[in-house]
Protein backbone atom coordinates (compact mmCIF):
# COMPACT_ATOMS: atom_id res chain seq x y z
CA UNK A 1 0.00 0.00 0.00
CA UNK A 2 2.70 2.65 1.02
CA UNK A 3 4.83 1.73 -2.03
CA UNK A 4 2.62 2.49 -4.24
CA UNK A 5 1.72 5.44 -2.85
CA UNK A 6 5.13 6.57 -2.97
CA UNK A 7 5.30 5.38 -6.88
CA UNK A 8 2.27 7.32 -8.25
CA UNK A 9 2.86 10.99 -6.81
CA UNK A 10 6.20 11.17 -9.36
CA UNK A 11 3.81 10.30 -12.21
CA UNK A 12 1.20 13.16 -11.03
CA UNK A 13 4.38 15.32 -11.32
CA UNK A 14 5.84 14.79 -14.27
CA UNK A 15 2.49 15.21 -16.71
CA UNK A 16 3.00 19.01 -15.02
CA UNK A 17 6.48 19.42 -16.04
CA UNK A 18 7.25 21.57 -18.85
CA UNK A 19 9.74 23.50 -20.71
CA UNK A 20 10.78 25.91 -22.67
CA UNK A 21 8.54 27.77 -24.84
CA UNK A 22 5.38 25.30 -23.39
CA UNK A 23 6.07 26.90 -20.16
CA UNK A 24 6.75 30.38 -21.35
CA UNK A 25 3.18 30.36 -23.05
CA UNK A 26 1.86 28.62 -19.70
CA UNK A 27 2.59 31.67 -17.44
CA UNK A 28 2.28 34.42 -19.91
CA UNK A 29 -1.47 33.16 -20.05
CA UNK A 30 -1.37 33.05 -15.90
CA UNK A 31 -0.52 36.47 -15.86
CA UNK A 32 -3.26 37.79 -18.19
CA UNK A 33 -5.52 36.07 -16.38
CA UNK A 34 -4.55 37.68 -13.03
CA UNK A 35 -4.58 41.08 -14.97
CA UNK A 36 -8.62 40.54 -15.59
CA UNK A 37 -9.27 38.81 -12.52
CA UNK A 38 -8.05 40.46 -9.27
CA UNK A 39 -5.76 43.47 -11.84
CA UNK A 40 -2.42 45.29 -11.47
CA UNK A 41 -2.09 45.90 -8.03
CA UNK A 42 -3.30 42.94 -6.25
CA UNK A 43 -1.43 40.42 -9.03
CA UNK A 44 2.05 38.42 -7.35
CA UNK A 45 4.44 36.71 -8.85
CA UNK A 46 3.56 33.65 -6.63
CA UNK A 47 -0.29 33.96 -7.79
CA UNK A 48 1.01 33.99 -11.49
CA UNK A 49 3.30 30.58 -10.66
CA UNK A 50 0.37 29.05 -9.15
CA UNK A 51 -2.11 29.61 -12.07
CA UNK A 52 0.41 28.43 -14.46
CA UNK A 53 1.32 25.49 -12.03
CA UNK A 54 4.99 26.17 -11.76
CA UNK A 55 7.07 26.98 -9.10
CA UNK A 56 7.50 31.07 -8.33
CA UNK A 57 11.67 29.97 -9.00
CA UNK A 58 10.68 29.49 -12.31
CA UNK A 59 8.68 32.68 -13.18
CA UNK A 60 11.69 34.95 -11.60
CA UNK A 61 14.39 33.52 -14.20
CA UNK A 62 12.66 34.35 -17.06
CA UNK A 63 10.90 37.66 -15.71
CA UNK A 64 12.85 39.55 -12.82
CA UNK A 65 9.99 41.91 -12.25
CA UNK A 66 6.28 41.77 -12.44
CA UNK A 67 6.29 44.69 -14.77
CA UNK A 68 8.27 42.78 -17.03
CA UNK A 69 6.16 40.27 -17.12
CA UNK A 70 2.94 41.80 -17.86
CA UNK A 71 4.85 43.45 -20.38
CA UNK A 72 5.45 40.44 -22.29
CA UNK A 73 1.83 38.93 -21.58
CA UNK A 74 -0.02 41.84 -22.99
CA UNK A 75 2.99 41.61 -26.22
CA UNK A 76 1.64 38.40 -26.63
CA UNK A 77 -1.91 38.35 -26.35
CA UNK A 78 -2.91 41.50 -28.29
CA UNK A 79 -4.66 41.17 -31.42
CA UNK A 80 -2.79 41.56 -34.20
CA UNK A 81 -3.70 44.30 -37.09
CA UNK A 82 -2.96 41.72 -40.50
CA UNK A 83 -4.31 44.05 -43.07
CA UNK A 84 -6.16 47.08 -43.72
CA UNK A 85 -9.86 46.62 -45.30
CA UNK A 86 -10.51 47.52 -49.11
CA UNK A 87 -14.11 47.91 -49.78
CA UNK A 88 -13.31 50.59 -52.80
CA UNK A 89 -13.67 53.53 -50.44
CA UNK A 90 -11.88 55.58 -47.62
CA UNK A 91 -14.77 56.26 -45.86
CA UNK A 92 -15.89 52.72 -45.51
CA UNK A 93 -12.45 51.09 -45.60
CA UNK A 94 -11.52 53.71 -42.30
CA UNK A 95 -15.02 52.63 -40.34
CA UNK A 96 -14.09 49.10 -40.75
CA UNK A 97 -10.11 49.80 -39.34
CA UNK A 98 -11.88 51.70 -36.93
CA UNK A 99 -13.77 48.70 -35.90
CA UNK A 100 -10.74 46.32 -36.04
CA UNK A 101 -9.02 48.89 -33.93
CA UNK A 102 -12.37 48.90 -31.40
CA UNK A 103 -11.88 44.66 -31.37
CA UNK A 104 -8.45 44.96 -30.05
CA UNK A 105 -8.97 47.53 -27.54
CA UNK A 106 -11.97 45.73 -25.93
CA UNK A 107 -10.33 42.23 -26.02
CA UNK A 108 -9.11 40.03 -23.20
CA UNK A 109 -5.23 41.71 -23.50
CA UNK A 110 -6.72 45.44 -24.39
CA UNK A 111 -8.83 45.47 -21.22
CA UNK A 112 -6.34 44.39 -19.17
CA UNK A 113 -3.69 46.51 -20.73
CA UNK A 114 -6.13 49.67 -20.27
CA UNK A 115 -6.89 48.63 -16.67
CA UNK A 116 -2.84 48.65 -15.56
CA UNK A 117 -2.47 52.05 -17.25
CA UNK A 118 -5.66 53.34 -14.75
CA UNK A 119 -3.85 51.58 -11.77
CA UNK A 120 0.04 51.84 -11.77
CA UNK A 121 1.79 55.19 -11.25
CA UNK A 122 3.31 57.10 -13.99
CA UNK A 123 6.86 55.42 -13.92
CA UNK A 124 5.41 52.68 -13.87
CA UNK A 125 2.99 53.79 -16.95
CA UNK A 126 6.02 54.41 -18.93
CA UNK A 127 6.82 50.97 -19.72
CA UNK A 128 3.36 50.12 -20.83
CA UNK A 129 3.10 52.84 -23.13
CA UNK A 130 5.72 51.08 -25.55
CA UNK A 131 3.38 48.25 -25.70
CA UNK A 132 0.56 50.48 -26.53
CA UNK A 133 2.71 52.16 -29.19
CA UNK A 134 4.27 49.40 -30.61
CA UNK A 135 1.29 46.83 -30.24
CA UNK A 136 -1.38 49.18 -31.08
CA UNK A 137 -1.15 52.36 -32.01
CA UNK A 138 2.09 52.21 -34.83
CA UNK A 139 0.38 49.29 -36.12
CA UNK A 140 -3.00 51.44 -36.57
CA UNK A 141 -1.43 53.89 -37.99
CA UNK A 142 0.74 52.23 -41.02
CA UNK A 143 -2.81 50.66 -41.70
CA UNK A 144 -4.46 54.14 -41.60
CA UNK A 145 -1.63 55.49 -43.99
CA UNK A 146 -2.22 52.74 -46.29
CA UNK A 147 -5.73 53.27 -46.77
CA UNK A 148 -5.17 56.98 -47.43
CA UNK A 149 -3.02 55.87 -50.20
CA UNK A 150 -5.33 53.90 -51.57
CA UNK A 151 -7.20 57.09 -51.61
CA UNK A 152 -4.81 59.68 -53.30
CA UNK A 153 -4.13 57.12 -56.39
CA UNK A 154 -8.25 56.70 -56.63
CA UNK A 155 -8.45 60.89 -56.42
CA UNK A 156 -10.71 60.84 -53.36
CA UNK A 157 -8.10 62.02 -50.93
CA UNK A 158 -5.47 65.32 -50.77
CA UNK A 159 -2.35 64.15 -51.93
CA UNK A 160 -0.20 65.12 -48.95
CA UNK A 161 -2.88 63.26 -46.68
CA UNK A 162 -0.63 60.65 -45.08
CA UNK A 163 1.80 63.34 -42.46
CA UNK A 164 1.66 62.04 -39.12
CA UNK A 165 -0.48 64.56 -37.73
CA UNK A 166 -3.71 63.24 -40.03
CA UNK A 167 -2.95 59.66 -39.68
CA UNK A 168 -2.82 59.87 -35.69
CA UNK A 169 -6.15 61.45 -35.27
CA UNK A 170 -7.91 57.89 -35.03
CA UNK A 171 -5.49 56.33 -32.60
CA UNK A 172 -5.54 59.33 -31.00
CA UNK A 173 -9.32 60.04 -30.22
CA UNK A 174 -10.16 56.08 -29.77
CA UNK A 175 -7.41 56.28 -26.47
CA UNK A 176 -8.32 59.52 -25.59
CA UNK A 177 -12.35 59.27 -25.65
CA UNK A 178 -12.01 55.47 -24.08
CA UNK A 179 -9.74 56.91 -21.25
CA UNK A 180 -11.01 59.84 -20.30
CA UNK A 181 -14.59 59.56 -21.72
CA UNK A 182 -14.90 56.04 -20.82
CA UNK A 183 -16.62 55.79 -24.62
CA UNK A 184 -17.00 52.43 -25.87
CA UNK A 185 -16.79 53.35 -29.21
CA UNK A 186 -20.30 52.16 -30.25
CA UNK A 187 -20.95 51.96 -34.54
CA UNK A 188 -22.82 55.81 -34.15
CA UNK A 189 -19.51 57.00 -32.61
CA UNK A 190 -17.03 55.48 -35.34
CA UNK A 191 -19.31 56.67 -37.86
CA UNK A 192 -19.53 59.96 -36.53
CA UNK A 193 -15.33 60.59 -36.00
CA UNK A 194 -15.01 59.48 -39.70
CA UNK A 195 -17.44 61.92 -41.20
CA UNK A 196 -17.01 64.39 -39.22
CA UNK A 197 -13.47 64.39 -38.71
CA UNK A 198 -11.84 62.28 -41.24
CA UNK A 199 -13.66 62.83 -44.27
CA UNK A 200 -12.71 66.82 -43.72
CA UNK A 201 -9.46 66.38 -43.38
CA UNK A 202 -9.04 64.08 -46.50
CA UNK A 203 -11.03 65.83 -49.19
CA UNK A 204 -9.07 67.11 -51.89
CA UNK A 205 -7.81 70.74 -51.81
CA UNK A 206 -10.04 73.41 -53.93
CA UNK A 207 -13.23 71.66 -53.38
CA UNK A 208 -16.00 72.89 -51.29
CA UNK A 209 -17.55 71.06 -48.17
CA UNK A 210 -20.43 69.99 -50.01
CA UNK A 211 -19.24 69.02 -53.11
CA UNK A 212 -15.77 67.36 -52.04
CA UNK A 213 -17.32 63.92 -50.03
CA UNK A 214 -19.81 63.28 -53.52
CA UNK A 215 -16.89 64.12 -56.55
CA UNK A 216 -14.23 62.03 -54.30
CA UNK A 217 -16.43 59.37 -53.26
CA UNK A 218 -16.44 59.90 -49.70
CA UNK A 219 -19.83 59.56 -49.12
CA UNK A 220 -21.43 56.44 -49.73
CA UNK A 221 -23.88 55.32 -52.72
CA UNK A 222 -23.65 58.34 -54.05
CA UNK A 223 -21.94 58.77 -57.40
CA UNK A 224 -20.05 61.66 -58.12
CA UNK A 225 -21.32 63.86 -61.13
CA UNK A 226 -20.35 63.10 -64.61
CA UNK A 227 -18.12 65.12 -65.86
CA UNK A 228 -16.13 65.85 -62.56
CA UNK A 229 -12.99 65.18 -61.53
Known amino acids: MDTSRWTAAPARTATLRRRGPVLERAILEAALEQLSTVGW ?15 KAAVYRRWP ?6 A ?11 GAPDRGSVREDLIELCRLMREAMYSRPGFALRSVLHE ?7 RFHEVIFEGVVEPSVELIKEVVRRGIERGEVRPGATDAYVCDVIPAMMMYRSKVCASEWGERDLTEMIDQVMVPLLRPLGRDAGDSA ?11 PSGRP
Open 41 to 55: NALTMEGVAAGAQTG
Open 65 to 70: SKEELV
Open 72 to 82: DALQAALPRLD
Open 120 to 126: CDSTTAQ
Open 214 to 224: VDSGLVPGVEP
